[in-house]
Nanobody, 120 residues
Framework: QVQLVESGVGLVQSGASPRLSCSASRRTFSMYSMGWFCQAPGKELELLAVIKWTGDSTHYEDSVKGRFTISRDNDKNTVYLQMNSLKPGDTAVYYC?????????????WGQGTQVTVSS
């Protein structure tokens, strides 16, 4: 079992560039691919970015490519999502998730989510 806990930023202004963190409970974190998702009000869960357990391969959805960056520190059991130039449309609950496969990741564990609200 892997427990994931996201740390977020709550309310930010449009144009801000905050970083989300997701910490894992186990040292086996380095064996999991990690993904970041978001779910805006009234919308479906959306994949944003994925990083392989080695950290040397990433994938981004077109909606965030060039604006968000996923990274990880396996020594700290933590994955990050650097978000740049946030817009009100980025307002959502953000989740991290862990899975053991690559490049198609089957996610086994999920964090509880962290709210990001972008004010105009």
């Amino acid at each position: 079992q892997v427990q994931l806990v996201e740390s977020g930023v709550g309310l930010v202004q449009s144009g801000a560039s905050p970083r989300l963190s997701c910490s894992a409970s186990r040292r086996t974190f380095s064996m999991y691919s990690m993904g970041w998702f978001c779910q805006a009000p009234g919308k479906e869960l959306e994949l944003l970015a994925v990083i392989k357990w080695t950290g040397d391969s990433t994938h981004y959805e077109d909606s965030v490519k060039g604006r968000f960056t996923i990274s990880r520190d396996n020594d700290k059991n933590t994955v990050y999502l650097q978000m740049n130039s946030l817009k009100p449309g980025d307002t959502a609950v953000y989740y991290c998730a862990a899975g053991r496969t690559w490049p198609t990741v089957t996610y086994q564990y999920w964090g509880q989510g962290t709210q990001v609200t972008v004010s105009s």
